[in-house]
């Protein structure tokens, strides 16, 4: 496909104040590029889905640490999901695409805008070591505060340091560093841009000015010429390249909005864009994000701060360990529930009181991000005793995820934040059973809104904003209806409570075995040498 970097063309976009209205009627497709399939949905101006489509990609594990895709694999998969979408609501309906992708992403592009490495995602921890040495350093905590994004082996900054030194040769050929909108972008519409959502993720953005930040450029090796121009969430550009308007079946004057990145838009997608009103989501992994005026970080670094638009951000903490946790107990304590495994591991679970007879798990499957934005942690059990049985442990595992998102939740009053209300989503909160343990645990109501898409849902409201359809993206606030509200019970809330601050002192008492098993490790058996017969 066209769409390749010439002349030194790098933006051709315009602010939404630009851009002559669409007539009443129509629809905007909203698409979001997820960690493993994209989502394309298009949506009234009330909000209502009219037709959507998923097209999914592999995530591949070549090597350790390594978490990597196919750009022209995820580039057809968008195309594919929006021509899809468009077959099915028609051509003439559609007045506009709106992106949103999943941050941290990184490819290095030639001069002409050819693809010379994969997609390193935001699984991709090989810049373990480059991120810890930087979160050590002296002006490590100052440039989290600034830039907003954790010194962790997740964001882009650690990886262009670890491609600095251990790809020298490769990065003298790279021309453009870009996130896989960019990409994306740059094939269906012949413009590098970043927006100050993705841009904010990156590690290399000062949140006070929406520049590159000249420390982080430094530290990474790069210049500002080399990343694609920061533009507004709004940005329309003012079209598609021939080959992507065949690909999608859109006429090539077809309006795109740049869009933003897939947790601030969550937020969006599901009311969660006023002061006070927080998006939690637990699928895999876990977020908890709240939206604010101002930019902020605490002063620990224990969240994130991320735009959504140039006045309008979002601050919270993402988790590694959230629905994969209740997998791991599945296969390593009760191999025998199937088809499918939940109800009767949740049912088991049940069995045991709040607090686990006093077992609690740290839940670092996965290392962790927030609020410690470590790659060091382990899972661990602590409390272990001879009256514990199966259901003590697969409780403990869940009541460890919620804890963990307890601690970000802390971390976000300590930035200032007031979090009055709480909307939950996720594929693990169709059980009312971790429904009611979140709540106990954060002693908060928890909301849980009606049919909302999510993040492609945020996408196409920001694009309805952008080309005039709404008068402000804040008009989601009427749009969302609650299905319910679970509230705390009192007994089990004052449980969680007590608990807390021994769960938040275990981390740090656990760094030093943390440390030694991660060097004993390498050095350790993977398999029986002689297996029993």
Known sequence: MSGTIEDGQRQVGRSAEQHTAASPGMVVIGVDLGTTSTKAVAFATDGTPVASHSAGYPLEEPHPGHAVQDSSRILDAVLEAVRTVVAEVGAARVAGLSFSAAMHSVIGLSPTGDPLTEVVTWADTRSRAQAERLRASPGGLAL?????????????LPKLIWFREQEPKLCEGVGFWVGIKEFVLLRMCGALVTDHSIASATGLMTMATLAWDDEALTLAGITADQLPEI?????????????????????????VVVGGADGPLANLGVGAVRPG??????????????????PAVDPLGGVFCYALTATRWVVGGAINNGGLVLGWAHDALAPEFTDPPEPELLALAARAAPGSGGLLM????????APHWSSLPRGAYVGLTRAHRREHLVRAAIEGVCLQL???????RAA???VTEIRATGGVMRSPFWRQMLADTLDMDIAFAEGHE????????????????IPSIDVVADMIEIEEVVRPRPAAAAVYTTLLPVFTELYDALVPAFTSLRRLAPSLPAELDDPPA
């Open 144 to 156: 989290h505060r600034r830039t907003g994004t954790p010194l962790h082996p997740m964001s882009p």
């Open 231 to 255: 533009v507004s969430t709004t940005t329309v550009l003012p079209g598609l390249t021939a080959d992507a308007a065949a690909a999608t079946g859109l006429p090539q004057s077809t309006p």
């Open 277 to 294: 009103v927080a998006a939690c989501s637990i699928g895999t992994s876990g977020a908890l994000r709240v939206a604010v005026e101002k």
């Open 362 to 369: 740290l839940p670092y499957l996965l290392s962790e991000r």
């Open 406 to 412: 307890a601690l970000v939740l802390g971390s976000m």
């Open 416 to 418: 200032g934040l007031e």
């Open 454 to 469: 999510g993040s492609s849902f945020g996408a196409a409201l920001l694009g309805m904003e952008a080309l005039g359809l």
